[in-house]
């Protein structure tokens, strides 16, 4: 039994692994954290630089939380990909961060809290930045 | 003094709202496809060019080059410090202390440093240009054709065997753009078709412009298409664009040091920007108060480079306008474009075409302003495109590369051709081959070809007229050099090189610090995709380097180059 955090290097993402690492310790569970990106651009603001891995790493550490990370470009949609990570492992739940969206940039990029949301198997938390004090 | 008095003048052509306004469209849309890694300012006017051709004044044409060119340039410098991706092999050596400037978050720093030093080394550069060119063409008038004909085989040497790792790959892409060149009826003499395997549309020859498009555009669409990896690279955000007092202080010797070496490299037929920048970045290196700070994102390290790149590029006008010989693939596709417009350019085209000449290098001079102006704040915006999808990305650019091709001649057969020289292009890449030598063939080659067989109708067949001028010998001695110079490099340097503790590693960003798949040995250099770009023939040394660290390629040594 597991909790998966979808992760993504913004404040919103790390609001996200704090209240899964929250969760998990409330109820014992383990923790998998999913930096996912599909891959197919240059650049994607969804993807975490091993800088940032490494500091969700040594942040899960102190936790105590047995937890994994896990980054996975291969061409799969992120929410697909959060949404497949929670099932194969059987998750109790998903931990997400959320923030505001333009209508464009909804339009254009989609959004992938909302997709979870909607489709995910199981249970869905969905966390705000501004719960980070930085 | 008398170019500067004439460029004033060309201040004059070229400051109309008309053509302002084509220099800010030719500065949005080169920077724009320059951001794109893998796509240079070559590759920008090329797949531009036909958009130009709705205009009827060359100026204004000519105007919107020069913003594409410089946007081009700049393009290449933003993704190299934001994403350390090169977008073009000029920048290659400011990726490597710009993205780490970058990672520490003082990427609007070097994204300022490298936009100041650009306009300021282009600047410089320019007015250089016009100083020199003058005096140059007066000399190059008394040129004959052996001896133009010794300067373009310098330049095919130089471009096929300085700038590449590899000789026997430059020569064999040089080989390609020769025969590519000779498709069409013989103008010279006999009216023969030669190449054109009976289809009647090929008579008139390959128009430059399909083949620099599908060399570059359709071959790098094709090669990524081919490598559609899932991978992907976090953009370092910036914040606003603004430099402090100490960078003010650590940047400008480097940009007058990188503008002062840059010039020269450019100008002469075997320059580049390549080794210029790469020797600048050791200047600088060692010149610097902070050399711990070097490999850690020292500024000096992005505003000697930047300069270096660009004042090469303007030095890159001084043969392209006095002699019409192009050095770098830029030069020879914006001498496609001259040929486009019926201009000749060479000795005389300052005495005929005073207006376009001085109009073009004032707008080079104004193009420069505008992007400096536009580009500072708006550097990040243009970052934003790397979050497009690259089906997206690529699809858009075979769209306008068979517009371009289409538009030449509207005739089917260009993009038939367009796509088979894709394809060219493309086993290129996946061979090795650089692509700029067989782009300077095509555009050099029948030019060459109308040279030596004037001088050897001048000496009625005999060969001694090839080489019967004091110039021409010189030149040939100059090849000689640079033919022999590996073997010197092999049987006598190296051996005492090797005996010193290798520091090239340390110099060249390590391939695994590209977001490439890093290259596995020399034959695969091309295989870093992100180290690689469609226009220029260096970009595969520098990647090569840390493969090889130990025994440096082929390739001279910068140290030595400095001395003649």
Excluded at chain 1, 12 to 27: H, T
Excluded at chain 1, 29 to 57: H, I, K, M, Q, T
Excluded at chain 2, 422 to 446: K, Q, S
Excluded at chain 2, 451 to 473: E, K, W
Aim: with cysteine; hydrophobic share 50%.
């Amino acid at each position: 039994m597991t909790i998966v955090v979808g992760y993504v290097p913004k404040p919103e993402g790390r609001a996200a692994v704090r209240r899964g690492v929250a969760e998990a310790l409330l109820r014992q569970e383990d923790l998998l954290v999913v930096n996912a990106a599909r891959g197919d651009s240059y650049a994607d603001a969804g993807f975490a630089p091993e800088e940032e891995l490494a500091a969700v790493r040594a942040e899960l550490e102190r936790s105590g939380v047995r937890a994994e990370v896990r980054q996975l470009v291969r061409g799969v949609d992120p929410a697909d990909e959060i949404m497949q990570a929670a099932a194969t492992a059987a998750a109790k739940l998903i931990v997400i961060g959320i923030r505001h969206r333009t209508p464009v940039g909804k339009l254009i990029l989609g959004s992938t809290a909302q997709r979870v949301l909607l489709e995910a198997g199981c249970p869905v938390l969905a966390v705000k930045a501004e719960s980070e004090p930085a | 003094m008398g170019g500067l008095s004439e460029l004033v003048g060309g201040f004059y052509t070229a400051v109309t709202p008309i053509n302002l306004l084509y220099a800010l469209i030719g500065v949005l849309l080169g920077t724009a496809i320059g951001v794109l890694p893998g796509i240079g300012p070559a590759m920008a006017i090329a797949l531009l060019l036909p958009l130009t051709y709705g205009i009827d004044d060359p100026v204004s044409a000519f105007i919107m080059f020069a913003g594409i060119y410089y946007g081009g340039m700049y393009g290449g410098s933003t993704t190299s410090i934001l994403l350390n991706t090169p977008g073009e092999s000029a920048s290659i050596v400011t990726a490597i202390e710009g993205n780490k400037m970058a990672k520490r978050g003082r990427a609007a720093q070097a994204l300022a440093t490298a936009a100041i030093g650009s306009f300021i080394a282009g600047t410089i550069g320019t007015l250089l240009v016009a100083l020199l060119a003058p005096g140059i063409a007066r000399l190059a008038v008394q040129l004959g054709s052996p001896d133009y004909f010794a300067v373009m085989v310098l330049a095919f040497v130089a471009v096929t065997s300085i700038l590449g790792a590899s000789r026997v790959r430059g020569f064999a892409s040089l080989l390609i753009g020769l025969t590519i060149g000779l498709v069409g009826i013989d103008l010279g003499v006999s009216g023969q078709q030669r190449l054109t395997f009976g289809i009647p549309q090929l008579a008139d020859g390959i128009d430059v412009i399909v083949v620099a498009v599908g060399l570059f555009a359709v071959g790098e669409a094709l090669w990524v298409a081919a490598h559609l990896r899932r991978q992907t690279a976090s953009l370092i955000s910036t914040g606003r664009v603004r430099m402090e007092r100490a960078d003010w202080a650590r940047s400008w010797k480097p940009w007058l040091r990188g503008t002062a070496l840059g010039f020269p490299f450019g100008a002469v037929p075997a320059g580049g920007a390549e080794l210029p920048t790469f020797l600048s970045y050791v200047t600088e290196k060692k010149l610097s108060k902070h050399p711990e700070e070097f490999g850690h994102g020292a500024i000096e390290g992005v505003a000697g480079p930047e300069a270096t790149n660009n004042a090469s590029a303007a030095g890159g006008l001084v043969p392209l306008l006095t002699l019409g010989l192009p050095t770098t693939a830029t030069a020879a596709v914006l001498l496609a474009a001259f040929q486009q417009y019926g201009i000749q350019p060479g000795p005389r085209l300052l005495e005929n075409e005073p207006k376009l000449v001085w109009g073009l290098l004032a707008s080079l001079l104004i193009g420069n302003a505008i992007l400096l102006v536009l580009n500072l704040p708006l550097a990040p915006m243009w970052a934003k495109l790397l979050h497009i999808p690259r089906p997206y990305l690529y699809a858009g650019i075979l769209f306008f590369a068979c517009l371009g091709a289409y538009a030449v001649n509207a005739s089917t057969v260009d993009l038939i051709l367009l796509f088979l020289i894709g394809v060219v292009g493309f086993v290129m890449r996946r061979y090795g081959l650089p692509v700029v030598p067989a782009i300077i063939g095509v555009i050099l080659g029948p030019r060459a070809e109308v040279q030596m067989r004037r001088a050897l109708q001048i000496s009625d067949g005999d060969l001694s007229g090839l080489f019967n001028t004091t110039f021409s010998v010189t030149v040939y001695a100059v090849i000689a050099v640079l033919v022999l110079w590996p073997l010197v490099n092999r049987f006598v340097v190296r051996p005492r090189r090797q005996r010193r503790a290798p520091d090239g590693a340390e110099r060249w960003p390590a391939a695994d610090a590209l977001p490439g798949e890093p290259a596995q040995d020399g034959e695969r250099v091309w295989s870093v995709p992100e180290a690689r770009t469609g226009d220029d023939a260096t970009v595969d040394a520098p990647a090569a380097r840390p493969l090889d660290s130990a025994s440096l390629p082929d390739e001279p040594d910068p140290r030595q180059q400095e001395k003649p």
